[in-house]
């Protein structure tokens, strides 16, 4: 693993209508590693996602990929400056195959560039990488069912396979297992271990277990704050951290 830095964050504020969701918050994510984002509900995990990936532009502050500042760009040009991420709310076309739901990511205008509507045959090179990134996420042998018939955990594989048609060097994941039951969990381990492999990733997770296992270093956010920020096994540690988030876990 690198020492370089991926991601930055450097003193980060959003305030909305006078209520500051993000308070001050400084944040470095290493080249290569698994960065998990953890705090109680409300603490300002996806506002963050949002403003890293520019959905959101901050009240101040600065967001730095790979030493350079995207926190003026629109979220597509971020997307192609190597950073995409997944929605904590599913974000498929339920009316779509499997297939037809990668091929539109494919062929997305953050894709190819300055091409708003994309000639079949050109929808038919991308059907390999179609297929290719389907295998990798789990999904090989579902490529033509619809979207809205899969389970809660297959969207999620979906989905991530979607934010992998943009090939991130940087890959945020809100959430991926929400909402699932301990073999949806165990998929989502392993296939967010696979798509880690040459990539950062960071993840909002809230299942101390799922973090326990995938992550190298982790941020704990409070009330919009940075709590504490470092390795899993030395923050999980932290007076402050235990008494703030991980009480019961830590007790148990
Ligand atoms: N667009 C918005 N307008 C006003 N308030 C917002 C907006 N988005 C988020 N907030 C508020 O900011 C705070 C942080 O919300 P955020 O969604 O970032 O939390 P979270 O840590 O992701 O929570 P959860 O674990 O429930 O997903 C919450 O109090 C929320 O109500
Ligand atoms: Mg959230």
Do not use: C
Not at 116 to 133: M, N, Y
């Amino acid at each position: 693993m690198t020492t370089a830095t991926a991601l930055e964050a450097r003193h980060l504020v959003k305030d909305f209508r006078g209520f500051r969701a993000t308070n001050d918050v400084s944040l470095s994510v290493r080249e290569g590693e698994i960065h998990a984002i953890i705090g109680p509900n409300g603490a300002g995990k996806t506002t963050l996602f949002n403003l890293l990936s520019g959905f959101l532009r901050p009240t101040s502050g600065e967001v730095a990929l790979f030493g350079e500042r995207i926190d003026t760009l629109p979220p597509h040009l971020i997307v192609r400056r190597g950073l995409s991420r997944s929605f904590q709310i599913s974000s498929v076309f339920p009316s779509l195959t499997v297939r037809d739901n990668m091929l539109v990511a494919l062929e997305s205008p953050t894709n190819l560039p300055g091409q708003f509507w994309t000639p079949l045959s050109r929808l038919e090179t991308l059907g390999p990488r179609a297929d290719q990134i389907l295998a990798d996420v789990g999904l090989g042998d579902a490529p033509d069912r619809l979207a809205a018939d899969l389970s809660h955990g297959e969207k999620r594989q979906l989905e991530i396979g979607i934010s992998l048609t943009q090939d991130p060097r940087v890959l945020l994941l809100d959430e991926p297992t929400s909402g699932m039951g301990s073999e949806g969990v165990n998929r989502v381990i392993a296939l967010v271990r696979q798509v880690a492999r040459g990539r950062t990733v960071v993840l909002v997770e809230h299942n101390m277990s799922v973090v326990s296992e995938l992550a190298d270093r982790i941020t704990v956010l409070q009330y919009g704050q940075v709590l504490a920020s470092g390795r899993y096994d030395e923050v999980r540690r932290d007076p402050r951290v235990i008494e703030a988030y991980l009480g019961e876990e830590a007790h148990a």
